[in-house]
């Protein structure tokens, strides 16, 4: 990469020449990600090309190993490519040190994943503090539990509430923070159907009402017509990227 043509993460990106031309949050050029195994090698991404805009709601389809996480964990930058560009609003993140991964990680993006890493002592709203108390310009905890529809359970702990109550406080924490970016990693993967509606419409609030870029990995092709792209990727690369034109609110699925 050539590190003078990208700005890094300690600063800010060029200002825009003006008019009304969209920009992405995310740019993705080449994007590789090799790992070793053994004598071999394993490339979970192989020459991505992908912009990602402000307030889109993505669906990443399928199978396992396709590089669904891979991708997401570039993304979020809790990992680094092998080759080619990662940029976000235009600053290196595929060249970023650790300090400036951790920044943007705090900062810029929530993480939600298949299982709540709630801290079992600690009640919603206790959870919840954990993430306000280090954010630039949070909402209240109660705020970002009122937006899950979680008023009246904030107090209660992990152990007191069901499996969908669990990850709608733990979307609750990533929220708070006000993050540009919402990252979800299979987050119905362990909730019956009932409950993963619920989930699936609290995710489809924050995109709606916060302007939240939200992706989400899923195995279940039902979810793909709530989004307005669909990624389906194999074998390290994009095979195809459906837009809807008209975006389906969660119930009208077709459970």
Known sequence: MNSAA???????????????????????????KVYPSG???????????LDLYRGELIVLL????????????????LDTPTA?????????????????????????????FQFYNLIPSLTGRENVALITE?????????ASLALMDLAHRMDHFPAQLSGGEQQRVAIARAI?????????DEPTGALDVKTGITVLEAVERVNLELGTLTVVITHNAVIADM???????SDGLIVSIHENKTRRPVRSLAW
């Open 62 to 77: 399928g199978a396992s190993g396709s590089g669904k996480s891979t991708l997401l964990n570039l993304l979020g930058g």
């Open 227 to 233: 989004a307005d792209r669909v990624i389906h990727l």
């Open 39 to 49: 004598a071999t090698e394993i490339r979970a991404l192989d020459g991505l090309d």
């Open 84 to 112: 080619g560009t990662l940029t976000y609003r235009g600053r290196d993140l595929a060249g970023a040190d650790e300090d400036e991964l951790t920044r943007f990680r705090r900062d810029a993006v929530g993480f939600v």
């Open 134 to 142: 280090i954010a630039r310009d949070p909402m209240t905890p109660e």
């Open 176 to 184: 708070a923070k006000r993050p540009e970016v919402l990252l979800c």
């Open 6 to 32: 990208v700005p890094t993460l300690s600063q800010p990106p060029a200002a825009s020449s003006g008019g009304e031309r969209r920009e992405p949050l995310f740019t993705a050029r080449g994007l590789t």
